[in-house]
């Protein structure tokens, strides 16, 4: 399935092809739901603490937690893409 969906995803040809799948296959539930996960991840990097975090954003403390986890234990390289991502952007 996560294979499937990556070769999906890297034959997008730019930001308005992506934004287009995006709002064709994702509710905005779904939409809103990734947004915080990337917000989370980025007041994470930035060393925001988890109880500032769950008061900015208004999620439990579980999701942060997993966050958090996915930081600093998950699959070999995440840590990395994420910080790539992240980029010059601010929380």
Excluded: N
């Amino acid at each position: 399935m996560i294979e499937e969906m990556a070769t999906l995803l890297t034959t997008i040809q730019s930001k308005e092809e992506f934004a287009l799948l995006l709002d064709g296959i994702l509710t905005p539930a779904e939409v809103e739901s990734i947004h915080l996960r990337w917000q989370l991840l980025k007041l994470l990097k930035s060393g925001v603490t988890q109880r500032d975090i769950q008061s900015r954003l208004g999620i439990c403390l579980g999701k942060i937690s997993r966050g958090s986890r996915m930081l600093k234990y998950g699959k070999e390289g995440f840590t990395e893409l994420v910080d790539k991502l992240i980029g010059g952007q601010q929380p």
